[in-house]
């Protein structure tokens, strides 16, 4: 499932493209995603500007002249194909817009979903801070908001585990089950230990290694495990960096203990028993 850097980059790729550009059309071949797309998501969209897209979470915003927001969930297995031709439809491809850039250069950008868990969305500026996705969202772990003082302030009354805590979008927003295990590998954190047991310096160390496995993977294009793929057909690097997800049996690169498996809340969960305690 594509995660906050799996999503920031199809938002970097996008941004390239899109931003000031013209929608001259939209098709939806497909309409029931997670939830169906509007109706008149066609007619709204035709001729209106696209701005600069933004990110909140595992979601794409890309803002309107005539402002609306077009809302873009990836699910578990979407993917956006930028591409400056007008190719054949393939299978999957649920969502087709077309963009035209400066004078007559046309791309078009292509929403392609396997599995469907993916959604888009378009509705007023004004209503983002009402709109079902968004509402509840915590904070973005990237931005000055991520502090020890926060998580105190959520974690002093909790009696739950910090991976779960990791996953909770109403905490921290675009962490997924990837790199929840990555930054406790990284923070010298257990995944089961129970939030209100850790000391502000373990947040101060789990705030640090959020933001730099983020940033870092973000630098490689994501990570590719079964479906992420970068806008322009590559794929996330990052999965060359991981640590500790997916190695079961293989030994820690830092105290050469085999790397521990564990189902967490229907989870896969990876951990070093030795480094986190
Ligand atoms: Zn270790």
New binding site residues.
């Given amino acids: 499932m594509p995660e906050l850097p799996e999503v920031e980059t199809v938002r970097i790729a996008l941004s390239k493209i899109i931003s000031s550009s013209k929608v001259k059309s939209v098709e939806v071949l497909r309409k029931d995603l997670r939830w169906e797309i509007p109706e008149d998501l066609s007619e709204k969209l035709k001729d209106d500007i696209l701005e600069t897209p933004l990110r909140r979470g595992k979601y794409i915003l890309i803002p309107t002249y005539k402002g609306n927001i077009l809302l873009i969930h990836l699910g578990m297995s979407g993917q956006i194909k930028i591409q400056n031709t007008i190719p054949d439809l393939l299978k999957h491809d649920h969502v087709r817009i077309i963009i035209e850039k400066g004078n007559n250069k046309y791309y078009s950008i292509t929403y392609n979903d396997p599995r469907r868990f993916g959604y888009i969305d378009l509705f007023k500026k004004k209503e983002i801070n009402q709109h079902f996705l968004l509402k509840n969202l915590g904070v973005e772990p990237l931005d000055q908001f991520l502090t020890v003082e926060y998580l105190q302030q959520i974690f002093k009354n909790k009696i739950i585990n910090i991976k779960n805590a990791l996953l909770d979008q109403k905490i921290i927003a675009g962490i997924g089950n990837i790199y929840a295990s990555e930054i406790l590998y990284k923070a010298k954190i257990r995944p089961d230990k129970i939030v209100n047991k850790l000391k502000s310096k373990d947040l101060s160390l789990l705030i640090t290694a959020t933001k730099d496995i983020l940033e870092k993977s973000i630098k490689k294009g994501g990570t590719t495990i079964k479906n992420h793929k970068q806008p322009n057909g590559k794929l996330g690097y990052f999965v060359q960096d991981l640590l500790v997800y997916g190695k079961k049996n293989t030994r ?1 690169s ?2 050469n ?1 085999i790397i521990e498996f564990k189902v967490m809340n229907n989870r896969s969960t990876y951990f ?1 028993n ?2 986190q305690k």
Wanted: proline share 0%.
């Fill in positions: 820690c830092n105290c203990n070093c030795k480094c």
